[in-house]
């Protein structure tokens, strides 16, 4: 059987580590030529993977800081330099650096929440689009968050509001021209502690009581009363990404177990 993602091209941003190194272990698993981005020289150790055929010649490494246009302007020409198209974009730049209720937010803090959770979406959505709709075809796949409706991350749930609403919008735009755009609603996932943390700053008692609040809120929210597991949400992400998918655009799907943001 021909692999999913056979010699498509891929860029994923946020590749260095948790959802995003998933993601591209899991397309070059699926045939796929991958170009991971991030802005940590992690990213390089994607290159010491050892059950990947000819991986030297499926993997480009880059990086990149998406929170600025010019990078991402960059990657995908770089993608297309090097394997001469660009047919699925993964969009997973973001994430929460600070957790408290709202009204202790600095005001450069709300800045650099969506600055960081909704600008490297924006960006590298802008910069794909003209190569796919010149090719007639792509797919991108935004990742966002059940967060939307949450306690304690308003910043960080208005960033990720909109993603989908950017996600819906260039559906609108794109459906009849051969770019599908979808994304996942990512609920609580379990994953290793991360090795280049968000926020280097220690958290006070007080901060980790926050986010305490957090988790109790989104194991509740959860039919399953439960976090899901990196592969769960990377499974939502290659689904939407594929041919499987191909009548599917404009979509934002939960993956929450159940709790739907």
């Given at each position: 059987?021909t692999?999913?993602f ?6 994923v941003?946020g590749?260095?580590?948790?959802i995003?190194?998933?993601?591209v272990?899991?397309?070059?698993g ?11 020289a ?5 290159h ?29 020409a ?5 394997f ?6 993964v969009?997973?730049v ?16 709300i ?5 960081r ?6 960006w ?6 003209p ?7 792509g797919a991108i796949v935004?990742v ?6 949450a306690?304690?991350?308003v910043?960080?749930?208005a ?6 609403a950017?996600?819906?919008?260039l ?5 009849e ?6 994304a996942i609603?990512t609920?609580g ?14 958290q ?5 009581a926050w ?6 809120q989104?194991?509740r929210s959860?039919?399953m009363k ?7 949400q990377v ?5 939407l990404?594929s041919?499987d998918?191909?009548y599917i655009?404009g979509?934002t799907l939960?993956?929450?177990?159940g709790?739907l943001?």
């Open positions: 059987m692999p999913r056979d010699k498509q091209v891929a860029v941003t590749a260095a580590q948790g995003g190194r998933r993601v272990e899991r397309l070059l699926e045939g796929a030529l991958v170009v991971a981005v991030d802005r940590s992690l990213v390089e150790e994607l010491a993977l050892t059950d990947v055929p000819d991986l030297s010649q499926r993997l480009l490494t880059l990086a990149g800081d998406m929170e600025q246009q010019p990078d991402c302007a960059r990657v995908m770089e993608a297309v330099r090097r001469g198209r660009l047919d699925v974009l969009n997973n973001g994430g929460t650096i600070w957790a408290k209720p709202f009204e202790h937010y600095q005001p450069h803090e800045e650099a929440e969506v600055r959770s909704l600008f490297p979406t924006l590298c959505c802008h910069a794909a689009l190569i796919m709709l010149e090719q007639g075809q935004n966002s968050s059940i967060a939307t409706r306690i304690n991350r910043p960080y749930g960033a990720k509001g909109g993603v989908n950017l996600t819906a919008c559906a609108f735009e794109t459906g021209r051969g770019v599908r755009v979808n609603a609920g996932t379990e994953a290793p502690p991360r090795r280049i943390p968000r926020n280097a700053a220690a006070s008692e007080q901060e980790k986010y305490q609040q957090i988790v109790d989104t194991v959860s039919l439960r976090y899901g597991t990196i592969d769960e499974g939502a992400i290659l689904f990404a041919p998918a191909s655009t979509v939960p993956v929450g177990g709790d943001g």
